[in-house]
């Protein structure tokens, strides 16, 4: 496990700055690597945002949020799901691209049918 200092991702989420967050996605990825890591593994859905800038560059294969997500939904049963998230999700390019993310990482399995607005994010 490998965390940059929080403040190093909110300087940049503040910024809007996903390639400032997937360079700090990528120095991490190589220090894990360098430490004789198998796989990388990114438990942050909004930091998340940032893989696509990330992988094509990493040293390491990566697990995707949204695939194991929609993996354990199938093995559970689950027809219906719902995406919660902090406001760099909700309003970030993520949450633009969704519909493109959920067709290639739930592809014949349950979608998120409900995600949050702004302004329901906002009310909690």
Excluded at 78 to 85: D, M, S
Aim: net charge negative.
């Amino acid at each position: 496990m490998h965390t940059p200092p929080l403040s190093a991702y909110m300087d940049s989420l503040e910024r809007g700055d996903w390639t400032g967050v997937a360079d700090l996605m990528l120095a991490s990825a190589n220090k894990l690597a360098d430490m004789g890591a198998d796989f990388l593994i990114c438990p942050d859905n909004t930091i998340h945002q940032a893989l696509p800038q990330v992988l094509p560059r990493s040293p390491l294969s990566w697990l995707h949020i949204a695939e194991v997500v929609a993996d354990h939904s199938v093995q559970r049963g689950f027809r219906r799901l719902g995406l919660t998230g902090t406001r760099w999700l909700v309003d970030g390019p993520y949450i633009l691209t969704c519909s493109t993310c959920v067709d290639s990482a739930f592809s014949g399995r349950p979608t998120p049918s409900a995600m949050p607005s702004t302004a329901s994010s906002l009310k909690n």
